[in-house]
Structure formats: C-alpha cells, structure tokens
C-alpha cells in the first residue's frame, strides 16, 4: 500500500481522502479533524473562508499549505462566470492550478449545472487550470468532463450535504471502469462505511465535509473515515469473491470421516 497513492495530474498523495474546511466550530476544531483524518487535500471555499484578509483568522495560521495542498473550490457560484472569476481569483491570491470546479443548478438540492460545468472546464483547461469537475453521476456527462480535459471526475454520491450515502452505485461503477482519470465520490457520504463501499467500488477518493464537521463527535468521525478509506480501499485490490446464489461449504467435503 505505500506505493498505492492517489495521482491527480503530476502530484501525488499519500491519503486518499479529501477533507473540506467548512461547517466547523471554529479552525481549530477544524485542524485538529484534518490532521486526524491523514488527509492531504482540503477543499478552500474561496468565497468563504478567509484566505486573505490578515485582520481576520487566517486559513494559513491553522492548516499550512506547504504541508497540505489547498484545493480552491467554487462553492457557492451558480454560473459559469461566478465560477471562471473565482478559480482566477485563487491563482492570483495563491497561486494554484490544481483546482475544484463546482457550477450549481439550483439552491434547494443543490445539483450541478452540467451545461454551465462542461463550460467552465473547458475555458479552465485552456488557460492551464488542472480541473477536478464534480458533476451528477451521469456516465455520458462524465465522458464529456474527460474529453474536455478534466483532471478528476468527482460525482456526487447524494446531495450536498444530506448524508445518504451512494445512491446510484451502477453508475458510478460505470465512470470507473470507462475513464482513466481519478474518479472521487463528493458530496452525499454521511458515516464511514459509505466510503468504504465507494473505495469497494474502484473509486480512486473519497471527498467528505459535513459528515466529519456535523458529527457529534468530529474527531472520532475523522478518524473513522481515514480507516474507512483504506479498508475500502484495500478490499477493492484484494479481489472479492464472486457472487453465488447458492451455499458453498467452507471445509472440504472429501475424506470426511
């Protein structure tokens, strides 16, 4: 497993789980939940969380960027202009490349606008973004994500923020096996196990925030989803049995006396 990591574009990572930074107390509840959980990456709500402003709590004084790579996402923007302007905005403030597009629908569930997502990645890749795309979990969608150069496919489990866990689990294992990109379940995920089941299913990643930040015990649910990803993930190389209907005796049935 140590050779195992998570490639997204050329870096690579050592966790395969993604963590976001909102919904918390307060940052320090925060840290303390990301660095339990061993993950690499956490999302940057650039609308939202304070990256910039030194009169305020900094991001950077509770989580450092040069040991953790932020991942700027466009949370809140539901147009392809909103999302463009805020990802160019990141890489003015910081730098990055290596981004999180999200273009939502509609306020209520919360879905990505597919028209407006395959947009704005394709105006991104040309101008040198590496692009992990959340979108629905429509394989035709996801194929298209992928010719216009997206760097990860991330299709919703459920909706943001509900906690159902994976819903459509045919589709999902159908962008895994027609794309080579990262595929990394986002949004939906509510307890651990749900990340075992996406890691059983070929999924390269998980990406988790509510479920971590709203659980009653943040530190333990963390933690949990750090074991749960590896579990998943190392069930998925060791092979499952194949399905029977029948009953089949573990002992042998010859030489019994």
């Not at 993604?18 to 990301?34: L, P, Q």
């Not at 997502?117 to 590496?130: A, H, I, P, Q, Y």
């Amino acid at each position: 497993m140590k050779n195992d990591k998570l490639t997204v574009g050329k870096q690579r990572f050592n966790s395969r789980l993604i963590v976001g930074t909102g919904k918390y107390k307060n940052m320090s509840e925060c840290a303390k939940a990301i660095k339990l959980s061993g993950a690499n990456i956490v999302t940057v709500a650039v609308r939202r969380v304070n990256i910039s402003d030194k009169n305020k709590p900094l991001l950077m004084d509770y989580i450092d960027p040069k040991k953790i790579t932020y991942l700027p996402n466009t949370a809140g923007c539901f147009s392809s202009e909103a999302a463009l302007r805020t990802l160019r905005l990141a890489r003015e403030i910081g730098g990055w490349k290596l981004v999180k597009l999200e273009v939502l629908g509609d306020k209520k569930n919360l879905f990505p606008d597919m028209i407006e997502t395959l947009k704005s990645t394709e105006v991104l890749t040309k101008e040198g973004f590496r692009v992990m795309v959340y979108c629905n979990d429509d394989p035709l969608m996801a194929k298209r994500l992928e010719d216009a150069g997206a760097a990860a496919i991330m299709p919703l489990a459920a909706p943001i923020g509900s906690g159902l866990g994976i819903l459509n689990k045919t589709n999902i294992s159908i962008i895994r096996k027609q794309t080579k990109l990262p595929v990394i379940i986002d949004a939906g995920l509510g307890q651990a196990s749900d990340a075992v089941v996406a890691m059983e299913l070929g999924c390269d990643g998980v990406l988790v925030n509510t479920a971590i930040a709203k659980a009653k015990k943040p530190f333990s649910m963390a933690l949990a989803f750090k074991h749960a990803v590896i579990a998943g993930r190392k069930s998925y190389l060791s092979g499952r049995i194949i399905k029977n209907l029948a009953g089949k005796p573990s002992s042998p049935t010859e030489g019994i006396i």
